[in-house]
């Protein structure tokens, strides 16, 4: 499945079966060991060394192939610069593929700045047309996380909206505590996101006015702002918003998760920068970030199409247990979750469940149960040894395991209803013994 290469992707030889285990515990699966990774890193390590990457096969060997390069002789990242993985591809749905990446999927510190844009270099606008023509200009897809998804995913967590039961719900609501949650947000020194946020791509004049008429930019900066709006669709380098408006992008348009073409359904939450290449030439979209979002009214992330399917499910669950008096709170954890879980014991783990919720009684507030819900995307080996490893991290914790079978096809219905079932049956149990306690 794994070979090594040289740096025109001719190959230098297989990795033999151990050798792929290794990397698959140190770079594919959340809760590897210390041991598994540092494996792994050793092979990284002589890669680097011997200036080669790593080939996946995962496209059934068709030219060119997806790649996994070294980083910092213990890490490996995905190259932007060659094919996709495929959908199920451990390497693609890895969470813990680079040191850096789990850095980044850590929940930001209060008082970090997001700067997006260093100060204008005489070389920029010619490397914005390069990469134009070496194809960084349109849809890449990520699951990676740029300086730009960082701020989306900072003001999304400020404004509460990925929790559902205690967050905003509705458009009106949740647009207000957006622009509430930007002005606590530097992208430098004297410069709150509300100052330079637009939530119409309608406005892109209005915004681009606003950059203008500004006197003063942070040290090292240069004039920008940041449009945050539901996107229906995405063509190439054109966003589509939910009101219809055609944005066109410049330069890279990532859009999170799996998919190719039509299976990357939107409606997405979508973060695009504002700033001018090469800070001469007037300000244009420049790059994007699109993160799946439940619907064109509700922009509390998802991972994937599928979750919308669990979640639906997930609140008429919610539902159903406020008629009997308790309360179910859903959060779609959008950071790392290894501290809660472990405490600072493995620095290095990053665990981020599907959905986390809690149950309380209504009468008196008491707390009762805690849940963790994750959607079975696909169905390989790899993907369910995954999820099975997450399992076995999360069961023996307080709380309890669901899972919700999300492959689609002629099963789905089926899959559907015995989540609810099991939904109901946890709900159930949870009534009983609150219901002993209080007799
Ligand atoms: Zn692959």
Redesign the pocket.
């Known amino acids: 499945m794994l070979s090594v290469v040289d740096r025109n992707g001719r190959r230098v030889r297989m990795l033999d079966a151990a050798e792929v285990e290794a990397m698959l515990a140190a770079f594919a699966r959340p809760g590897a060991t210390a041991a598994a990774r540092t494996r792994g890193a050793d092979m990284v390590r002589k890669a680097q060394q011997r200036n080669s990457w790593f080939r ?1 096969a ?1 496209l059934d060997g068709t030219e060119p192939a ?1 790649i996994l390069v070294p980083v910092a002789e213990s890490h490996i990242r995905r190259s932007p610069h060659h094919p996709d ?2 959908d199920a ?1 451990p ?2 749905m890895g969470d813990a593929c680079s040191a850096a990446h789990a850095r980044r999927l850590r929940e930001p510190e209060p008082g970090d700045v997001f700067r997006l844009v260093g100060a204008a270099r005489p070389g920029d606008a010619a490397a914005a047309v390069a990469g134009a023509r070496t194809g960084r200009r349109g849809v890449c897809k990520t699951f990676e996380r740029d300086k730009l998804s960082q701020l989306l995913f900072k003001l999304l967590f400020d404004a509460q909206v990925h929790r559902v039961g205690r967050g905003p719900r509705g458009p009106v609501e949740q647009w207000e505590a957006v622009y509430r949650a930007a002005r606590g947000i530097p992208l430098g020194e004297d410069l709150p996101l509300s100052d330079v946020l637009h939530t119409d791509p309608g406005q892109l004049d209005l915004l681009l006015g606003c950059l203008r008429s500004r006197q003063r930019w942070p040290r090292m900066s240069r004039p920008h702002g940041v449009l945050v709006f539901v996107a229906a669709r995405i063509e190439g380098e054109v966003i589509v918003s939910a009101s219809g408006v055609r944005l066109v992008v410049e330069g890279p348009v990532a859009v999170f998760g799996p998919g190719r073409g039509s299976r990357r359904t939107g409606p997405f939450i979508v973060a695009v920068l504002v700033a001018s290449p090469d800070g001469r030439a007037p300000p244009v979209p420049m790059k994007a970030y699109a993160q799946p979002c439940w619907s064109a009214e509700d922009i509390l992330p998802l991972d994937s199409a599928r979750e919308r399917e669990t979640l639906d499910i997930l609140v008429r669950f919610q539902a159903w247990m406020a008629e009997e008096g308790y309360a179910v709170g859903i959060t779609k954890p959008l950071y790392d979750r290894a501290k809660y879980y472990f405490g600072d014991k493995d620095p290095d783990q990053v665990v981020k469940p599907d959905f986390e919720g809690t149950v309380h009684a209504v009468a008196g507030h008491r707390f009762l149960r805690t849940f963790v819900t994750e959607t079975m995307g696909f169905d390989t080996s790899e993907y369910r040894a995954k999820k099975v490893r997450l399992k076995q991290i999360l069961t023996g914790k307080p709380g309890c395991y669901l899972e919700h079978v999300a492959h689609g096809g002629a099963a789905q219905a089926g899959n559907d209803m015995r989540f609810r079932k099991d939904l109901l049956a946890f709900g159930k149990l949870v009534m009983q013994a609150d219901k002993r306690k209080t007799a």
């Open positions: 996946c995962c997806p993985h495929a591809c390497f693609e």
